[in-house]
């Protein structure tokens, strides 16, 4: 390692990416760490190779950090066996340091909507293997804090879309491509359901709010959304219109044809639990940190001309 770093991120996905560009925005020093030792990133981004799990590892590579962001998402379908041991081994991290702990979580521990939008408030009623996870790895985080071990700040997105959103987002490899090629897009899930879907870069932003803000500690925040919640189809429609296409062409991925995959492919077996989350309204509000810190959702239509202008290689110019 070659310096000390005030802001080290565990993950180089889209999410540990972005978390990164908004703090190289506010001039701070930033290490990341993978399994890999490479990501894409500017050459003053230091990125260290090692296992998260580790806990004597992430003591060493965090030395002098201030912040410590956890970005890590597992293989969907080594969840439950990988992410305890990933989450601990931050932990021990964060309170060897004195470091502030700065969490990534999405919204699972919920469970069905039932007709009302998710707020920070709402009980854990999680009915899906994964969710009942995130409760009891929110809980540990939180208990952490109330014992006085480390200063906790947890983040929580729906699901996501935006630069580099990749195959995983239900709005990313499968829509930009099609719609900047003017062929058909698939999405899974009931397209005509009014959905939240949280800007990437909007997702690192609230992460860096979090770990520099004074009155983010010990508290969930729902990251920035849009209020105007749109259904998967016009969000498609959307993109479809700014990439200049005559028509818009969309499928839902049949779920009989998931089931079918679900028997050979791990990661599809795995979608099938969070199928729930596309067969009503999922709504979830951000106002809590729009009015308290004040961080704001990119409006959709610049949010999904960034990501169409990304996905086609160009500079992003957001729509008059």
């Known amino acids: 390692m070659s310096r000390t770093a ?91 340091q004195g470091a502030r702990l700065v969490s990534m979580e999405n919204v699972y521990m919920y469970g069905r909507p039932a007709g009302r939008p998710l707020t920070e408030t709402r009980d854990y009623a999680a009915h899906t293997t994964k969710g009942k996870l995130r409760a009891q790895m929110t809980t540990e985080l939180l208990a952490a804090h109330q014992a006085g071990r ?32 003017g ?4 999405v899974l899930g009931d397209p005509d359901q009014p959905h939240t879907y949280t800007y990437i870069p909007d997702i690192g932003e609230g992460l860096a709010v979090l770990g520099e803000h004074p009155d983010a500690l010990g508290q969930v925040w729902h990251l920035p959304n849009d209020p105007d919640t749109r259904t998967t189809r016009q969000l498609c429609e959307l993109a479809f219109q700014q ?57 959709i239509e610049q949010a999904m001309a960034e990501t169409l202008a990304a996905y086609d290689g160009r500079p992003a110019q957001a729509p008059r």
């Open 6 to 96: 005030r802001h080290v991120i565990f993950g180089t996905g889209a999410i540990g990416l972005a978390t990164s560009d908004a703090l190289l925005r506010r001039g701070e020093t930033v290490r990341m760490v993978n399994r890999s030792g490479s990501a894409p990133v500017p050459d003053e981004v230091e990125v260290i190779r090692g296992d998260a799990a580790d806990a004597r590892f992430t003591i060493d590579v965090t030395g002098g950090a201030q912040v410590i962001y956890q970005t890590l998402n597992p293989p969907y379908s080594r969840w439950v066996e990988d992410f305890p041991a990933l989450q601990a081994g931050v932990l021990a991290a964060a309170q060897a």
């Open 243 to 299: 990439a200049g296409a005559s028509r818009v062409r969309l499928r839902q991925v049949p779920p009989l044809l998931l089931r079918l995959a679900a028997l050979t492919n791990p990661t599809v077996r795995e979608l099938l639990e969070m199928q729930y989350q596309f067969a009503e309204p999922f709504i979830v509000d951000s106002s809590k940190i729009a009015n308290a810190l004040h961080v704001e959702a990119t409006p």
């Open 183 to 186: 062929k058909t897009a698939s």
């Open 150 to 181: 480390v200063a906790v700040a947890i983040g929580r997105a729906s699901d996501y879309f935006g630069p580099r959103g990749g195959a995983q987002s239900n709005l990313g490899d499968r829509l930009f491509p099609a719609a900047l090629a």
